[in-house]
């Protein structure tokens, strides 16, 4: 089936270690996003990838980093810059259309100790 | 600019009874409007959307939302509740110029479904 895929599903991670979390589509979508979700705040844009090789910071980039080497793989790496990392965080795809449909996988949520 | 506001943070109906959930938006230009659905732990999928076609538009699940613009309001609507529709539920406006798809969510209104 198509879909996203985002894994690990759960991760912790000790203060001042990154950690990267996957994000692999099936959907051949050109465009990809990552966003964070904290309760209450509806979900905020980190970065998003509208082709390969090319990415734009969303509008809370700081802290975190991404890569697009491949259409089917947009991976998020939570750095140690980021002061507040413990969170849900969705990845989402679309067609390269704007139509304002966004498809997500089913989120990786981090804690840190 | 763009924004909208889920006036509920929770909502909750008994099974059967009607469910309304508000949403109010603000943009500069003739909007495109959303709602998205999330089950627990899980990620989001689009209910319904609106694009200046119809105003009252139909989803799946049995889920409609009315576009007014004299109120600028997306209110989303069921006749009927189920309790597999317990779950959170994101108005969210969108700017689709420029060749992106740049969403800005609301906070979420919680539905509950009592038996």
């Known amino acids: 089936d198509g879909g996203i895929t985002q894994s690990p599903k759960y991760l912790f991670r000790k203060e001042g270690q990154n950690v990267t979390l996957s994000c692999e589509q099936n959907l051949n979508h050109d465009a990809m996003y990552w966003y964070r979700q904290d309760p209450g705040q509806g979900l905020r844009l980190i970065y998003y990838?509208?082709?390969?090789?090319?990415?734009q910071k969303g509008d809370i980039a700081e802290g975190y980093s991404v890569s697009r080497e491949k259409k089917e793989s947009f991976p998020l790496t939570v750095t140690s810059a980021q002061k507040n990392p413990t969170a849900f965080y969705l990845c989402?795809?679309?067609?390269?259309?704007?139509?304002?449909?966004?498809?997500f996988g089913e989120g990786s949520r981090l804690t840190v100790l | 600019a763009q924004s909208v506001t889920q006036l509920d943070s929770h909502v909750s109906v008994s099974e059967g009874t009607p469910v309304l959930l508000r949403c109010n938006y603000s943009s500069s230009y003739s909007p495109s409007l959303f709602w998205y659905v999330q089950h627990p732990n899980k990620g989001l999928q689009l209910l319904l959307k609106y694009t200046s076609a119809a105003t009252l538009v139909k989803g799946i699940n049995g889920f409609e939302a009315e576009f007014k613009k004299s109120e600028t309001s997306f209110h989303l609507t069921k006749p009927s509740a189920h309790m597999s529709d317990a779950a959170e539920y994101f108005c969210v406006v969108a700017d689709l110029t420029g060749g992106g798809n740049k969403l800005t969510f609301g906070t979420g209104t919680q539905l509950k479904v009592e038996l």
């Open positions: 989402a795809s679309s067609r390269r259309e704007s139509t304002g449909e966004l498809f």
């Open positions: 990838s509208q082709i390969v090789n090319d990415f």
